[in-house]
């Protein structure tokens, strides 16, 4: 079965510094993965999504970027973070046009 | 623009008494329809996918219905571990790589 690694599940960061959110998708080749972030009362906000190594699309101008080095690996990173970049950020994976898996979340907070 | 509308935003439900859930849409040729559970502090847990109108679906206390302009998630005879945030989804975007999340509807169901 397939399953969906999404790590830390916190992560309290000053403003400035970098960050680096790692996703790992296991029991699938080729998956479709993206990055959600999700603000309190405003539902979930696609970032970024992938349809394969090295290809990304963004969906919302910022100061984070997404990477997949991988074929089961995806990466949301910032070289420095706002306070606007606090949220609970989310990545998921599907097969095109089929429900997404979620993983558990990170609750970023910039403090 | 592809949209995906919930109502109500919040719903509170004395145990044992059923209600539903909406959610409209306005995606140009739905590819599908999906519902998710969301515990706070969690990743969103699918629950459902419809293709067509008039598909239905149930899983224990839940049943979600398809119509050609919204679906509705009913939940019969409702239990404190029923209290959650229920989000619904469409694929939009050209080929279907986009997710669009309505804002959801938070369920509280009172013992």
């Known amino acids: 079965s397939q399953t969906i690694h999404q790590w830390p599940a916190t992560l309290v960061q000053p403003v400035g510094s970098p960050l680096s959110l790692e996703c790992t998708v296991e029991g699938t080749s080729n998956p479709n993965l993206y990055w959600y972030r999700q603000a309190a009362g405003r539902g979930l906000q696609l970032l970024f999504y992938s349809v394969g190594i090295g290809q990304i699309s963004s969906e919302v101008p910022q100061n984070l970027s997404a990477s997949r080095p991988q074929d089961r690996q995806f990466i949301l990173s910032s070289k420095k973070l706002l306070l606007s970049d606090s949220g609970f950020y989310l990545c998921a994976w599907n097969r095109q046009g089929t429900e997404a898996f979620f993983g558990q979340g990170t609750r970023l907070t910039v403090v | ?111």
Not at chain 2, 54 to 73: Q, V, Y
């Open chain 2, 1 to 111: 623009e592809d949209q995906v509308t919930q109502s109500p935003e919040a719903l509170r439900l004395q145990e044992g008494e059923s209600s539903s859930l909406n959610c409209s849409y306005t995606v140009s040729g739905l590819r599908g329809l999906f519902w998710y559970r969301q515990d706070p502090g969690k990743g969103p847990e699918f629950l459902f996918t419809l293709y067509s109108a008039g598909e239905e679906k149930e899983k224990e206390r839940l049943k979600a219905t398809l119509t050609k302009k919204e679906s509705f998630l009913h939940i019969t005879a409702p239990k404190p571990e029923d209290s959650a945030t229920y989000l619904c989804a469409a694929p939009s975007g050209a080929g279907s790589y986009q997710l669009t999340f309505g804002k959801g509807t938070k369920l509280s169901v009172i013992p």
